[in-house]
């Protein structure tokens, strides 16, 4: 049973008599979970809602449109708990993370429901063949799967957990029954690159167009790596010949399906000193989230947007403060800027990531920890802007536990948000809200 914490007012539920504090046993007959099932059976047109009330059970009968939402609101979003991951991988970033913060940051999901509903990527080592059957049953597509490999005895040393390499037969029967899936490889030096990496992307091509798009994407290595396996970062030259190897068999798939499949993260053109490809070798951006295309995307929205750009406030300074791996880039469109109205000046600051590691480079994993310690008597202007990657999805902190006003305060500079976007990056920097 799940415990109902809101009825809306005026929905089916409220006319019906349904009351805060009911438990939802079933609907139509079929019990209810969580938010999947919920969500699933309330799409018919006539629904019989049985309730527990106080340790009696009542039913109420619903006629509705077809997808109508009932009105009802739960304890927890999923209605259940979330299922933890249980695996214990070899490149696990918060295995690498330091001690003392805040909870969440530790807490690993691996949870096929936030895959479908919130793009989260899971492994399968946690499903049932009941867990498979349901999404088939439900046609949940797509779903976000972390392969890293398809050898079986490799995959369990990857994700060290023993059902890692039985659980690929799941693949193979989301495939049969034409669930889309995002796939994904996060390389690791000396476990599934070279050879191994071939392998996995010829069986993964195999299965298009159910398998529509797969990131490859390098593993993070923080400085908190004490106990866990030995790990190397790709070299430059290594990084290069990553992309080299996925683009001609992307090449392939794009000659024999009309689909490159096979994308590399920006982070692995960038450490190779590559050119990222233009925004039509992307498509439709399926693994922006992955950080794959991220850049061009936002190049071509920046370059779409300064054409017909105008400003007129006046002299101004501001800054801009980013990870070490997008400082080019970053610094690129501040020139361009700076350029059409030379009246703003822009200070592009390259934050590096003492907190993790200099071998971490993401602006997604820069702290206000080093950007007060690598700003502080910096020339920072009216305003210091940051992208929101830098901060969790609630946009009030940063991974170190600082505030959006905890920064500003100690930096002495007023704080905006940007998002990765060109347009947006542009309209903020030229005084927009």
């Given at each position: 049973?799940v415990?109902?914490?809101?009825?809306?007012?005026g929905?089916?539920?409220?006319k019906?008599g349904?009351h805060v504090?009911?438990?939802?046993?079933s609907?139509?007959?079929?019990?209810?979970r969580d938010v999947?099932?919920y969500?699933?059976?309330?799409?018919e047109k006539?629904l019989?809602v049985l309730?527990d009330?106080e340790?009696?059970?009542?039913s109420?009968?619903?006629?509705?449109g077809e997808?109508d939402d009932?009105g009802l609101?739960?304890e927890?979003y999923l209605?259940?708990?979330?299922?933890?991951?249980?695996?214990?991988c070899?490149?696990?970033?918060?295995?690498?993370?330091p001690?003392?913060?805040r909870d969440?940051l530790?807490?690993?999901?691996?949870d096929?429901?936030?895959?479908?509903?919130?793009?989260n990527?899971v492994?399968?080592t946690?499903?049932?063949d009941?867990d498979?059957d349901r999404?088939i049953?439900m046609?949940?597509?797509?779903?976000?799967?972390s392969?890293h490999?398809?050898d079986?005895?490799?995959?369990?040393k990857?994700l060290?957990?023993?059902?890692?390499?039985?659980?690929?037969?799941?693949l193979?029967?989301?495939?049969?029954a034409?669930?889309k899936?995002n796939c994904?490889?996060?390389l690791?030096?000396g476990?599934?690159?070279?050879?191994?990496l071939t392998?996995t992307?010829?069986?993964?091509?195999s299965?298009y167009?159910?398998?529509?798009s797969?990131s490859?994407v390098?593993?993070g290595?923080t400085?908190?790596?004490d106990?866990?396996?030995?790990m190397?970062?790709?070299t430059?030259e290594?990084s290069?010949?990553v992309v080299?190897?996925?683009?001609?068999f992307?090449?392939?798939?794009?000659?024999y399906?009309?689909?490159y499949?096979f994308?590399c993260a920006d982070?692995l053109?960038l450490e190779g000193?590559?050119n990222?490809?233009?925004?039509?070798?992307?498509?439709?951006?399926s693994?922006i989230?992955n950080?794959v295309?991220m850049?061009?995307s936002m190049?071509?929205?920046?370059?779409?947007?300064?054409?017909d750009?105008e400003?007129d406030?006046?002299?101004k300074?501001?800054?801009?403060?980013?990870?070490?791996l997008?400082y080019?880039?970053?610094?690129?469109?501040?020139?361009q800027i700076?350029n059409k109205?030379?009246?703003?000046k822009?200070?592009?600051y390259k934050?590096?990531?003492?907190?993790?590691?200099?071998?971490v480079?993401v602006?997604g994993l820069?702290?206000?920890v080093d950007m007060?310690k690598?700003?502080k008597g910096?020339e920072?202007g009216?305003?210091?802007?940051i992208?929101?990657?830098?901060?969790?999805?609630?946009?009030?902190l940063?991974?170190?536990?600082?505030s959006?006003?905890?920064?500003s305060?100690?930096?002495?500079?007023?704080i905006c948000i940007t998002?990765t976007?060109?347009?947006?990056f542009?309209?903020?920097?030229?005084g927009g809200?």
């Amino acid at each position: 049973m799940v415990k109902i914490t809101e009825v809306i007012r005026g929905s089916y539920a409220e006319k019906c008599g349904i009351h805060v504090g009911d438990s939802l046993i079933s609907i139509n007959g079929t019990r209810i979970r969580d938010v999947l099932d919920y969500r699933f059976y309330m799409c018919e047109k006539h629904l019989e809602v049985l309730v527990d009330r106080e340790g009696e059970e009542i039913s109420f009968k619903i006629k509705k449109g077809e997808y109508d939402d009932i009105g009802l609101d739960f304890e927890t979003y999923l209605m259940d708990n979330k299922r933890t991951c249980c695996n214990k991988c070899v490149f696990c970033f918060i295995d690498q993370m330091p001690k003392g913060y805040r909870d969440t940051l530790y807490f690993k999901d691996d949870d096929s429901r936030l895959s479908f509903l919130m793009g989260n990527y899971v492994t399968l080592t946690n499903f049932t063949d009941a867990d498979v059957d349901r999404i088939i049953k439900m046609h949940m597509s797509p779903i976000n799967i972390s392969v890293h490999t398809t050898d079986p005895e490799l995959r369990v040393k990857m994700l060290n957990n023993k059902r890692a390499g039985d659980v690929l037969k799941y693949l193979d029967k989301f495939n049969e029954a034409g669930i889309k899936m995002n796939c994904q490889i996060v390389l690791c030096k000396g476990y599934n690159d070279g050879e191994h990496l071939t392998k996995t992307m010829h069986d993964l091509a195999s299965m298009y167009p159910q398998v529509s798009s797969v990131s490859i994407v390098p593993c993070g290595i923080t400085k908190y790596r004490d106990g866990l396996p030995h790990m190397e970062l790709f070299t430059k030259e290594e990084s290069a010949a990553v992309v080299r190897q996925v683009e001609t068999f992307a090449q392939q798939c794009k000659d024999y399906y009309g689909e490159y499949i096979f994308l590399c993260a920006d982070e692995l053109y960038l450490e190779g000193g590559l050119n990222i490809p233009s925004g039509d070798y992307y498509g439709e951006y399926s693994q922006i989230e992955n950080g794959v295309g991220m850049i061009a995307s936002m190049k071509d929205e920046f370059d779409d947007a300064i054409i017909d750009a105008e400003y007129d406030g006046g002299n101004k300074t501001v800054s801009v403060a980013t990870g070490a791996l997008a400082y080019d880039f970053i610094k690129s469109l501040a020139d361009q800027i700076s350029n059409k109205f030379p009246s703003i000046k822009i200070n592009v600051y390259k934050i590096e990531n003492d907190f993790f590691g200099r071998t971490v480079t993401v602006a997604g994993l820069v702290t206000a920890v080093d950007m007060i310690k690598q700003l502080k008597g910096k020339e920072l202007g009216e305003t210091l802007y940051i992208p929101s990657v830098m901060l969790r999805s609630e946009r009030d902190l940063f991974l170190c536990g600082t505030s959006i006003d905890e920064l500003s305060k100690e930096l002495g500079v007023d704080i905006c948000i940007t998002e990765t976007d060109g347009y947006d990056f542009l309209d903020k920097i030229l005084g927009g809200e």
